[in-house]
T-cell receptor, first 114, second 116 residues
């Protein structure tokens, strides 16, 4: 069984500052992938970043990086230099490699202040 | 955006009526998914497909059926809609292969369904 926990229902960050969104997970799979998605107020789901359980380096995609701590079962998303357009809902998800059943967390709503 | 469209985008229906939602993709991806999104729950997997006529249940499949007769189309049917099925429904495709991380999913724009 897999489970994702996002403990921060809402977060505020000042424009141009960095912010960390927490994600912890539980899984019985040896091989798995962790994902982050962004959902702006317009409603679409946007893929941001992926981390494989066997990847030794933390994933990065532009201003997004994933702080992966396998022993602690955490996969926190770090957004550097926040922009007003980063205001959105952010979802962490986990799926087994070779499988299909991706489990999503309840999400964290991020508010970027000018 | 992986060329994913969903139809209809909005629908209001009455309890007990059948409803079919369509997901269409233009990039010939093998894997397709249906999710529902409700406040406080994130997205929950309803059904998924790993090829034409190959489908399986997700975590919230009761009351839903799916069909995939062509690679590009994945249909979700509510045989007899109930108010608890009021939700936003997202279709997704799994993009695999060179240049993609394993089983990245890309989503359609969503369908807002209201069952009165």
């Amino acid at each position: 069984a897999q489970k994702i926990t996002q403990t921060q229902p809402g977060m505020f960050v000042q424009e141009k500052e960095a912010v960390t969104l927490d994600c912890t997970y539980d899984t019985s799979d040896q091989s798995y992938g962790l994902f982050w998605y962004k959902q702006p107020s317009s409603g679409e789901m946007i893929f941001l970043i992926y981390q494989g359980s066997y990847d030794e380096q933390n994933a990065t995609e532009g201003r997004y990086s994933l702080n992966f701590q396998k022993a602690r079962k955490s996969a926190n998303l770090v957004i550097s230099a926040s922009q007003l357009g980063d205001s959105a809902m952010y979802f962490c998800a986990i799926g087994p490699l070779g499988g299909f059943k991706t489990i999503f967390g309840a999400g964290t709503r991020l508010f970027v202040k000018a | 955006d992986a060329g994913i469209t969903q139809s209809p985008r909005h629908k209001v229906t009455e309890t007990g009526t059948p409803v079919t939602l369509r997901c269409h993709q233009t990039e010939n991806h093998r894997y397709m998914y249906w999710y529902r999104q409700d406040p406080g729950h994130g997205l929950r997997l309803i059904h998924y497909s790993y090829g034409v006529k190959d489908t399986d249940k997700g975590e919230v499949s009761d009351g839903y059926s799916v069909s995939r007769s062509k690679t590009e189309d994945f249909l979700l049917t509510l045989e007899s809609a109930t108010s608890s099925q009021t939700s936003v429904y997202f279709c997704a495709v799994g993009r695999t292969g060179t240049g993609f991380s394993y089983n990245e999913q890309f989503f359609g724009p969503g369908t807002r369904l209201t069952v009165l």
